[in-house]
């Protein structure tokens, strides 16, 4: 999917929300009437994360819960936005994948933005699917632990193990990384979106196109020379699978995946955002068994 494009409307939304926020009366209810930490993760992918390190302590939630609402694309209603303010933690991904939660957040004085590309210290140039490399989900993890164990230092131990069950819990889709990476050895893919990078280059898949795919994840064209030197590659052989992100399409994306077709190229499928209902773990080793079969 594009990087995020701030349009004239969705800005219109933005401010009229944060605008909003800010008529809103006092309140009393600070959404932890219970005791416990709040915290409003902007994916249920990194809902996920919360729930495994936060464990009883903390009530969390995911403000975007389906694959078809594109996070970069999101505009925030006013109910968002209040849960936002009165959460004590809104966690997000960062580099502009998400945002809209930066700047709710940041209308409250209670709510902590902790993002997961501040965790990792990543530039502002740094491919923004940070997900699809699990140490930097289990970095990630360990960070919130972190921050955690700062806010609620009673509950410091708690924390700390439950990052360490995290770790734990991703083991089936690192120890599939480690698998692949002998039957990876000089092999090359052409992903038709720079959405899977990290996963790639921790199995250690060469990537050709690179170009082409930066070119739809910017949502512009592929100039005619980016398109012819992607189109030779895979006519000559010099791919091993492409890789196609199945949520972003289009003529010049859909002009490749038949003509790898026609070549008898294997083609596997991946997604940016989670599929429902799914978890991190099933969903990243479902992508990684269909690259078992191809480098097969």
Excluded at 103 to 125: E, I, R
């Amino acid at each position: 999917m594009k990087k995020t494009v701030i349009l004239i409307s969705s800005m219109t939304v933005l401010l009229a929300v944060i605008l909003g926020i800010a008529l809103w009366p006092k309140s009393s209810d600070d959404s932890s009437s219970n005791g416990k930490l709040t915290i409003v993760a902007s994916t249920n992918v990194y809902a996920e994360l919360a729930k495994t390190v936060a464990g009883d302590q903390a009530n969390v939630s995911a403000v975007i819960e389906k694959q078809s609402v594109s996070p970069e694309d999101y505009e925030p209603t006013n109910d968002v936005a209040k849960k936002v303010s009165k959460a004590d933690i809104a966690f997000g991904n960062g580099l502009g994948y998400d945002a809209w939660l930066n700047k709710l957040a940041k209308t409250s004085k209670k709510t902590q933005l902790v993002l997961v590309s501040d965790l990792l210290k990543k530039d502002k140039s740094a491919n923004p699917h940070l997900w699809n490399d699990p140490d930097n989900m289990v970095n990630a993890a360990q960070g919130l632990a972190d921050t955690l164990s700062k806010k609620d230092p009673a509950h410091k131990a708690e924390y700390q193990q439950n990052a360490k069950a995290y770790k734990e819990k991703l083991q089936p889709v690192t120890d599939k990384v480690l698998e692949l990476k002998e039957k990876a050895k000089g092999k090359t893919a052409f992903e038709t979106e720079s959405v899977y990078e990290y996963m790639l280059k921790d199995i250690g898949i060469q990537l050709t196109g690179t170009d082409f795919a930066d070119a739809i994840a910017e949502d512009t064209d592929p100039s005619p020379a980016v398109m012819k030197k992607i189109q030779s590659s895979i006519q000559n052989h010099q791919v091993d699978f492409v890789l196609q992100n199945t949520q972003t399409t289009g003529g010049d994306v859909a002009k490749l995946v038949k003509l790898a077709k026609a070549e008898n190229i294997p083609v596997v499928n991946v997604t940016e955002t989670s599929p429902d209902k799914t978890s991190y773990v099933d969903w990243k080793l479902s992508e990684l068994n269909q690259i078992e079969t191809a480098l097969s």
